[in-house]
């Protein structure tokens, strides 16, 4: 048992239209990160956030936003899908960064 | 340059066998250091963290070189179920206080009967 769900577990959608991705983190885990997982390749850095506010951004344009949530649930929101957003989504979330992550099974997303 | 580097593999090895895995990393202010494993399909789970002193989970062992830049996995007795892709992750501080994991593309292990 992960600790960190994430819904849905997958996902198909048209190219244009928009998807929001969810997590819901372990209790007291304060930060949470986004990761894309294209096939073949290592997680990438989206976006992290702390109570709530995003402290941090990989290289990802602003159709991909996010929030977290007071009960420590975030989204992932994915505005006008590009063919290339097909991927793994993975959310993380962490009490202390120094102690590692935990992940969550991830949502396949397809987009065609 | 990529920022963590590893050897995909795919790395095949009997079962029985002692098998290491490396990882080099950039950038040099990098704070922490872990092995993850990853199912096909599945999320990736913290296998174990690096220290410099280096460290021991029962058949695992890694190790981390500050000065080279240069993480290692060492995988004792392996067993069929190690059979899974190795991730090497690094992290430092990103924009603000962000602390984002740093991966490698992942080794392939496939240990055969």
């Known amino acids: 048992e992960t600790g960190v769900t994430q819904s849905p577990t997958h996902l198909i959608k048209t190219r244009g239209q928009q998807v929001t991705l969810r997590c819901s983190s372990q209790?007291?885990?304060?930060?949470v990160s986004w990761y894309q997982q294209a096939l073949g390749q290592g997680p990438q850095f989206i976006f992290q956030y702390y109570r709530e506010e995003e402290n941090g951004r990989g290289n990802f344009p602003p159709r991909f936003s996010g929030l977290q949530f007071p009960n420590y649930s975030s989204e992932l929101n994915v505005n006008a899908l590009e063919l290339d957003d097909s991927a793994l989504y993975l959310c993380a979330s962490s009490v202390d960064s120094e102690e590692g992550y935990t992940f969550g099974s991830g949502t396949r997303l397809t987009v065609v | 340059r990529k920022e963590v580097e590893q050897d995909p593999g795919p790395f095949n090895v009997p079962e029985g066998a002692t098998v290491a895995f490396n990882c080099t990393y950039s950038?040099?202010?990098?704070?922490?250091f872990f092995w993850y494993r990853q199912d096909c399909r599945k999320e990736p789970k913290l296998l174990m963290s690096v220290y410099s002193s280096g460290n021991e989970d029962g058949r695992f062992t890694a190790q981390l070189n500050r000065a080279s830049q240069y993480i290692s996995l060492l995988i004792r007795d392996s067993k069929l179920s190690d059979s899974a892709t190795y991730l090497c992750v690094v992290t430092g501080f990103h924009t603000g206080t962000a602390s984002k994991l740093t991966f490698g593309t992942g080794t392939r292990l496939q240990v055969t009967l």
């Open positions: 209790s007291g885990h304060n930060t």
């Open positions: 950038n040099s202010a990098s704070q922490s």
